[in-house]
């Protein structure tokens, strides 16, 4: 006895997508700061090493931006995946800081005397977003770049994602070294 099945393969697509849904929503019991950068880059990646300790109320959680959770992170928000910038999201306001905003904000909640830089947002967004754009075309070049996004072991904790590919690549390389 032979059964014949049909398959319609547009409703396959449909429930391919539906079944890959993203998992991305805000922690609304325990909001978290987000910092979204880029993962290869020496200047981000210096940007997160000198948050991390300074972060004495524990406040921020990191994603690269390469990393399908940041992209998943940017979708939800409505923001353009654009690698040159970091982006700070604040569960709490739900609200996004992007650019020179996101790196005054992040540091708003430094201690002293980093808190101080906070008042550079008296300078018009727009003449701040010049500088950063500026600064942000040419950091491959002033500053370079890396192959895979490097992190402290002490930082795994506050990364969002720890699954993301690009911090698979590190920590596998830093277990063969072991």
């Not at 994603?63 to 940017?74: D, F, M, N, V, Y």
């Amino acid at each position: 006895m032979t059964v014949e099945v049909s398959l319609d393969v547009n409703n396959l697509q449909a429930i391919d997508q539906a079944s890959s849904k993203r998992t991305y929503k805000p922690n609304t019991q325990s909001p978290r700061k987000i910092i979204l950068f880029d993962g290869i880059c020496n200047v981000c990646d210096g940007f997160i090493q000198f948050v991390h300790p300074r972060d004495t109320n524990n406040l921020f959680s990191f994603q690269a931006l390469q990393s399908e959770k940041g992209r998943e992170i940017l979708q939800y928000y409505g923001i353009k995946c654009d690698v040159s910038t970091v982006v700070l999201i604040d569960e709490s306001i739900d609200r996004v800081y992007v650019k020179s905003s996101a790196i005054l904000t992040v540091c708003y909640h430094l201690n002293a005397p980093f808190s101080y830089l906070y008042s550079f947002t008296y300078v018009p967004t727009f003449v701040r977003d010049i500088c950063y754009d500026v600064f942000g075309k040419y950091r491959y070049l002033i500053m370079g770049k890396k192959d895979t996004c490097m992190f402290s072991i002490t930082l795994r904790d506050k990364f969002i994602d720890f699954k993301s590919p690009l911090i698979l690549d590190e920590e596998q390389s830093e277990e063969k070294e072991l």
